[in-house]
């Protein structure tokens, strides 16, 4: 069944810019809603168009190229940008990008940053004053690089007319908010949601719950334990404190780890903390010593000692074989 809308004067219309290594499925997550959108209004209410920095077919990050639809510069009239953004993030050589998103900005295009795509439109001052989010492994390196922006662990955050996501498949989430809005409507985007087969996810759920989802059939009490380590990485709760929140004996805290994850709480806990740390290491040009206070170490030799216990090799000789 068919509903209808409002016709605007025009399609809006959507560039979509690929930063080489883009995410494929990021892509296609930001299109299919607005492709099926326009087949339930009947009628072409949303345009469409991929962009990159010349002609060129884009590689994306899982090697396949995609050949956009014209050049950046060639872009023609826009009513949003979304910027989809690559894995890892590309740091180097971003003035073009940088300087066509500040005239789409000052044009009145909104903008959109789509996994790392956060990371581009902060690069280029527009996301000051705005709360943002990306992708849970580069927070930190976002605080890093813009440490004055407003950066959630959401799915997706719609702060006026900047929209950015997480990445994965968080960007349908994103879209059907947007297409409950003129020229859309709510009615329309819960069909879309049903032709996606999407679960209808609020966007300001928190991306570390949807992690800790992975845990879905473990209990409850379980996966908040989780999530209150997740959330303590820089001053680690003791063992006590998570007990007495959760209303356990330790003693019960540790048997139902054990059993669940064949980890007691404390080998859990460490092995989240380095994780996050290994995370920092690998994603950005933080001191050692930094990257270790902020994962709850008080003692750079202790973390060292634990990191290359768990890694192989020292936080410095990890980070010297990352790739360029």
């Known amino acids: 069944m068919k509903t209808t809308a ?27 809603p607005l492709r099926l959108a326009n087949g339930v209004l009947g009628r072409r209410v949303y345009e469409y168009v991929t962009l990159g920095l010349g002609p060129e077919a884009v590689a994306s990050s899982d090697g396949i190229r995609v050949v956009p639809d014209c050049a950046m510069a060639d872009s023609g009239r826009l009513d949003a ?8 993030i590309q740091r180097n050589g971003l003035g073009e990008i940088t300087g066509w998103l500040r005239r789409q900005a000052a044009r009145g295009a909104a903008l959109g940053g789509v996994d790392t795509g956060s990371y581009y439109l902060a690069q280029a001052g527009l996301l000051d004053g705005y709360r ?18 407003i950066v959630s ?30 020229p859309g409507h709510p009615a329309m985007a819960a069909q879309v949601a049903d032709l996606l087969l999407a ?27 989780l999530e209150m380590m ?21 003693r019960t805290l540790e048997r139902l780890f054990q059993r669940q994850t064949g980890q007691s ?33 008080a003692s750079t030799s202790h973390f060292i000692a634990r990191y290359r216990q768990a890694y192989g090799k020292t936080p410095a000789a990890d980070r010297a074989s990352r790739p360029e």
């Open 81 to 88: 940008v979304f910027v989809i953004g690559p894995n890892p």
């Open 6 to 32: 409002p016709p605007p004067t025009e399609p809006q219309r959507y560039g979509l810019l690929l930063v080489p290594q883009f995410s494929l499925i990021a892509l296609g997550a930001v299109v299919d």
């Open 230 to 250: 997740e959330n303590n990485v820089e001053e680690p709760l003791s063992l006590a404190e998570i007990s007495h929140h959760l209303g356990l004996a330790r």
């Open 265 to 297: 709480p404390g080998q859990k806990y460490l092995q989240i903390r380095l994780e996050r740390a290994r995370l920092a290491l690998l994603r950005g040009n933080r001191p050692v010593d930094e990257v270790a206070q902020s994962a709850g170490f």
């Open 199 to 225: 679960q209808q996810r609020r966007p300001d759920e928190r991306q570390a719950l949807c992690r800790l989802q992975r845990q879905a059939q473990s209990p409850g009490l379980l996966i908040d334990a």
């Open 153 to 182: 662990t959401c799915l997706a955050e719609i702060d006026r007319d900047r929209y950015t996501c997480s990445g994965g498949v968080s960007p349908i989430d994103l879209m059907i908010r947007l297409l409950s809005r003129p």
């Open 132 to 149: 943002c989010t990306i992708h849970w492994e580069d927070r930190d390196l976002l605080l890093e690089a813009f440490p004055q922006l």
